[in-house]
């Protein structure tokens, strides 16, 4: 069984970092793109960093230059390393694993989540 288990969240100010961290087990983890996604009550999920089997990481223009993902395959686990938060960067936070996804950016080619890890970052 496939299980993908986030850790790390917490609330802070402005500013802060954070670093998140996506424990695997039941896959062949070093043969997926895994990717971070967060979602806000009411909103769309949204794509927010993906790091690719060789380690190829991409993000979005808005976390470009504050977020950072890596991966440790010896350790079937991802990183997030978050810096410079702002308040608009409050959301849930999931990763989520998937063999071949064509589009990193796409929840929907996504085979499997985590139950996600809540980030609040006040004024």
Do not use: H
Request: aromatic content about 14%.
């Amino acid at each position: 069984q496939v299980q993908l288990v986030e850790s790390g969240g917490g609330s802070v100010q402005a500013g802060a970092s954070l670093r998140l961290s996506c424990a695997a087990s039941g896959l062949v983890f070093s043969s997926y793109v895994v990717g971070w996604f967060r979602q806000d009550p009411g909103k769309e999920r949204e794509f927010v960093a993906a790091i690719r089997w060789n380690g190829v990481p991409f993000y979005p223009d808005s976390v470009k230059g504050r977020f950072t993902i890596s991966r440790d395959n010896t350790k079937n686990s991802v990183y997030l390393q978050m810096n410079s938060l702002k308040p608009e960067d409050t959301a849930v936070y999931y990763c989520a694993a998937a063999f071949e996804p064509g589009s990193t950016a796409t929840p929907n080619n996504y085979n499997y989540w985590g139950q996600g890890t809540q980030v609040t970052v006040s004024s």
